[in-house]
Nanobody, 115 residues
Framework: QVQLVESGGGLVQPGGSLRLSCAASGSIFSINVMDWYRQAPGKQRELVARIISGGITNYADSVKGRFTISRDNGKNTVYLQMNSLKPEDTAVYYC?????????WGQGTQVTVSS
């Protein structure tokens, strides 16, 4: 059984920073794609950032230049460094990982950007 455990959310003022982590554990042979999604109240879940094997990344236009996705393959962990946060970044953030061909979702972590 594979589990994803997220951490790092919280309340931050506009312009501040947070780092999210998502660690996969259990019986894992390979992880190809690691994503961060977010869902704001009343909105659809959207892809924020993606990192694939080899380290290739892509980002939603709304976070380019402010967010950085990275991964530690030895720890089966994906990170999302979020800088220059804005109120519109407020959402529940979910990691999504393809483990051995199966899509797994984290439980979600709340990020609130407010003064």
């Amino acid at each position: 059984q594979v589990q994803l455990v997220e951490s790092g959310g919280g309340l931050v003022q506009p312009g501040g920073s947070l780092r999210l982590s998502c660690a996969a554990s259990g019986s894992i042979f390979s992880i190809n794609v690691m994503d961060w999604y977010r869902q704001a109240p009343g909105k659809q879940r959207e892809l924020v950032a993606r990192i694939i094997s080899g380290g290739i990344t892509n980002y939603a236009d709304s976070v380019k230049g402010r967010f950085t996705i990275s991964r530690d393959n030895g720890k089966n962990t994906v990170y999302l460094q979020m800088n220059s946060l804005k109120p519109e970044d407020t959402a529940v953030y979910y990691c999504r990982v393809i483990v051995d061909g199966t899509i797994r979702w984290g439980q979600g972590t709340q990020v609130t950007v407010s003064s």
